[in-house]
């Protein structure tokens, strides 16, 4: 089976890792991560005390006493400074997901990546509707001139990414064409040469991302951004925020894992984004009024951080704790291991123990995830677990991503610490495995 797996699997996942699409939307979603950290962090300081409906109907406050205490210490218009952190992050990541991507992609051709950034974003401006419909009294107008706010957060994400990719691929093509090339003599600044250069190739871009935005209306009566969400966006989303999409995301990711290859970076380029929108989502739903559990997504932005990857992929906390009590001779592994693992590192495990190819490791290392996941799913569809409202760095000590992932509910810290017995519990058994093979074998070796 491992000589299958790896001659028929490992170089399709290789090159699904190395794809340069999926790596550029990786890369920039990943070098967004201060933008949408303290866009995250402003909406749960601005949210923590917020009123939620629960399914039965009722309303809870999880921390009534913070609005009153903000208030006492920063004045009465305390959320001010924290709301416009998320206006200018969060609420335009689609934005600066245009340009991240398009700047990686560019790269990867061996252009500069510089004035593909700005064709991106023109091409994606053009296919924005220029009016938005406003309601006035009992009327419903349309005011030209203004953007609706849902084409820029990450509502629109997957269409900026598409356009991005488009757009980038089209530049980075009509830049080779020497006709479209323009020359400048050698005194002229490199600045200047270099702009001249791609100036046709730039214009068409653009033109023809324009021309293409108004068959589309004209085919669909739907503007680009709409057609898109319609026909593959809702669709995916819908089709991502299931428990079988969450099983088979941590079942590939650890199944390359298995392999030596980094499953979250392979599989990156395409559960990020879905996972990144779903998430915003929930920001900016947990950022509104009263809005009901039943009306959040439960696979959405750091889900997995908070409730799965504790100690890392594999929940290999798990396995360092079934260690400490249980393994008389790994205890300098735990040693190893546990200082990084409480920031979700876990390299040191996976190839000190070693997981890596060790069929006796693989299989709680593959299978803990997978339960995870389901209970997490579970008891956030239920209600008995507040969704993700608030994205958490990826290294948040296990129990404490839980809290702030959801809001700072209780039930998040409870559900991440209810997991890890879990993940403890069935590592434990191969533990105890893994030693009474070692001392049958030491014995053996003796005779």
Do not use: C
């Given at each position: 089976?491992?000589?299958?797996?790896?001659?028929?699997?490992?170089?399709?996942?290789?090159?699904?890792?190395?794809?340069?699409?999926?790596?550029?939307?990786?890369?920039?979603?990943?070098?967004?991560?201060?933008?949408?950290?303290?866009?995250?962090?402003?909406?749960?300081?601005?949210?923590?005390?917020?009123?939620?409906?629960?399914?039965?109907?009722?309303?809870?406050?999880?921390?009534?006493?913070?609005?009153?205490?903000?208030?006492?210490?920063?004045?009465?218009?305390?959320?001010?400074?924290?709301?416009?952190?998320?206006?200018?992050t969060l609420a335009a990541m689609t934005i600066f997901a245009v340009f991240g991507v398009a700047y990686?992609?560019?790269?990867?051709?061996?252009?500069?990546?510089?004035?593909?950034?700005?064709?991106?974003?023109?091409?994606?401006?053009?296919?924005?509707?220029?009016?938005?419909?406003?309601?006035?009294?009992?009327?419903?107008?349309?005011?030209?001139?203004?953007?609706?706010?849902?084409?820029?957060?990450?509502?629109?994400?997957?269409?900026?990414?598409?356009?991005?990719?488009?757009?980038?691929?089209?530049?980075?093509?009509?830049?080779?064409?020497?006709?479209?090339?323009?020359?400048?003599?050698?005194?002229?600044?490199?600045?200047?040469?270099?702009?001249?250069?791609?100036?046709?190739?730039?214009?068409?871009?653009?033109?023809?991302?324009?021309?293409?935005?108004?068959?589309?209306?004209?085919?669909?009566?739907?503007?680009?951004?709409?057609?898109?969400?319609?026909?593959?966006?809702?669709?995916?989303?819908?089709?991502?925020?299931?428990?079988?999409?969450?099983?088979?995301?941590?079942?590939?990711?650890?199944?390359?894992?298995?392999?030596?290859?980094?499953?979250?970076?392979?599989?990156?380029?395409?559960?990020?984004?879905?996972?990144?929108?779903?998430?915003?989502?929930?920001?900016?739903?947990?950022?509104?009024?009263?809005?009901?559990?039943?009306?959040?997504?439960?696979?959405?932005?750091?889900?997995?951080?908070?409730?799965?990857?504790?100690?890392?992929?594999?929940?290999?906390?798990?396995?360092?704790?079934?260690?400490?009590?249980?393994?008389?001779?790994?205890?300098?592994?735990?040693?190893?291991?546990?200082?990084?693992?409480?920031?979700?590192?876990?390299?040191?495990?996976?190839?000190?123990?070693?997981?890596?190819?060790?069929?006796?490791?693989?299989?709680?290392?593959?299978?803990?995830?997978?339960?995870?996941?389901?209970?997490?799913?579970?008891?956030?569809?239920?209600?008995?677990?507040?969704?993700?409202?608030?994205?958490?760095?990826?290294?948040?000590?296990?129990?404490?991503?839980?809290?702030?992932?959801?809001?700072?509910?209780?039930?998040?810290?409870?559900?991440?610490?209810?997991?890890?017995?879990?993940?403890?519990?069935?590592?434990?058994?191969?533990?105890?495995?893994?030693?009474?093979?070692?001392?049958?074998?030491?014995?053996?070796?003796?005779?």
């Amino acid at each position: 089976m491992m000589a299958w797996i790896e001659k028929y699997i490992m170089p399709t996942a290789v090159k699904v890792g190395n794809q340069r699409h999926l790596l550029a939307i990786r890369d920039a979603l990943i070098g967004m991560i201060a933008i949408t950290m303290v866009g995250s962090f402003a909406v749960l300081i601005n949210n923590i005390g917020a009123s939620t409906t629960q399914p039965d109907g009722t309303v809870t406050q999880v921390i009534s006493w913070w609005e009153p205490m903000m208030k006492g210490i920063f004045g009465e218009f305390w959320k001010e400074p924290t709301g416009q952190i998320w206006w200018g992050t969060l609420a335009a990541m689609t934005i600066f997901a245009v340009f991240g991507v398009a700047y990686k992609l560019a790269k990867s051709y061996g252009d500069d990546g510089f004035e593909a950034m700005f064709v991106a974003a023109a091409a994606y401006f053009t296919l924005i509707p220029q009016a938005v419909d406003v309601v006035v009294g009992d009327k419903t107008v349309s005011a030209w001139g203004n953007f609706g706010w849902g084409f820029f957060n990450g509502t629109a994400l997957f269409a900026g990414l598409i356009i991005s990719i488009l757009a980038t691929e089209v530049f980075v093509r009509l830049t080779r064409v020497k006709f479209l090339t323009i020359k400048l003599p050698e005194g002229v600044p490199s600045a200047v040469s270099r702009a001249f250069a791609k100036l046709f190739p730039g214009m068409i871009t653009v033109f023809i991302f324009a021309l293409f935005g108004v068959i589309i209306k004209h085919l669909t009566e739907l503007d680009f951004n709409l057609w898109i969400n319609k026909i593959l966006v809702s669709p995916l989303s819908d089709a991502a925020d299931s428990v079988g999409f969450a099983v088979l995301i941590v079942f590939l990711i650890h199944l390359f894992w298995a392999f030596g290859l980094h499953g979250n970076n392979i599989l990156g380029g395409i559960v990020t984004p879905l996972m990144t929108k779903l998430g915003t989502e929930n920001i900016d739903k947990f950022n509104g009024v009263n809005t009901a559990l039943k009306e959040y997504h439960v696979l959405a932005g750091s889900f997995l951080d908070a409730f799965v990857y504790m100690g890392g992929s594999g929940t290999t906390l798990g396995l360092l704790i079934a260690l400490f009590f249980a393994s008389k001779k790994r205890r300098q592994m735990v040693a190893l291991g546990l200082p990084p693992g409480l920031f979700n590192i876990n390299e040191p495990v996976t190839f000190g123990m070693p997981i890596v190819l060790n069929p006796i490791w693989l299989i709680p290392f593959m299978l803990t995830p997978i339960v995870l996941v389901i209970t997490s799913y579970f008891a956030v569809s239920v209600g008995l677990v507040h969704p993700i409202v608030t994205n958490i760095p990826w290294v948040t000590p296990p129990i404490l991503g839980g809290w702030l992932a959801t809001g700072g509910h209780l039930s998040g810290a409870l559900l991440a610490a209810f997991n890890l017995a879990i993940a403890v519990f069935i590592y434990l058994p191969f533990v105890v495995m893994q030693e009474r093979a070692d001392k049958k074998a030491f014995e053996a070796a003796k005779k």
